[in-house]
């Protein structure tokens, strides 16, 4: 069942909230299934997730993404992803910061509610607030651990 979670995330990026919590219901119910849990008992669905070492749907729609984007940033593909992914231009003056590996952020004028669902112009925002280490990994493995370790610790800071 896990698997079709996964299915056209890039679709789903950025839906309203009201939406994605059907999946995260529908995601609450797999974990209390593998444990054997009431749909009333008063354990914390949010430590069984954490025991199976899942994401919440959100975040893990945006993990995907950001593999797609590693994908077509790093390696070039696929070709019609990487037309879409535009690193920010590199100065004149060579310095240490100069490769961030940051992307360019769309123009103003694109950024109306009927645009800003688009893969092109909203994963560009999610990229650039990553820590550098994560987005200058270049091996597809090593990436696609940094993210999830990242948003991991963000979603479920220390929880006992």
């Known amino acids: ?37 009431d749909r009333f008992s008063r354990m914390s669905i949010k430590s069984k997730l954490k025991n199976l070492h899942w994401l ?25 992803l990487a037309e879409l992914v535009y690193p920010l231009p ?13 992307l360019q952020l769309p123009d103003k004028f694109k950024l109306h509610s009927t645009n800003i669902r688009a893969w092109s112009i909203s994963i560009p925002y999610y990229w650039n607030n990553l820590p550098l280490v994560i987005r200058s990994a270049t091996v597809t493995s090593t990436f696609k651990s940094l993210p999830q370790t990242h948003m991991f610790q963000q979603v479920y800071p220390a929880m006992p």
């Open 1 to 37: 069942v896990y698997p079709h979670f996964d299915y056209c995330n890039s679709i789903l990026l950025n839906l309203p909230d009201y939406q994605i919590n059907r999946l995260q219901l529908a995601q609450n119910s797999v974990a209390r299934c593998i444990f054997k849990m």
């Open 56 to 80: 919440p749907i959100k975040y893990r729609i945006i993990f995907k993404n950001l593999l797609l984007l590693h994908n077509a940033y790093i390696h070039g593909k696929p070709d019609y």
């Open 90 to 102: 590199s100065r004149t003056i060579r310095l240490r910061s100069t490769n961030t590996h940051q």
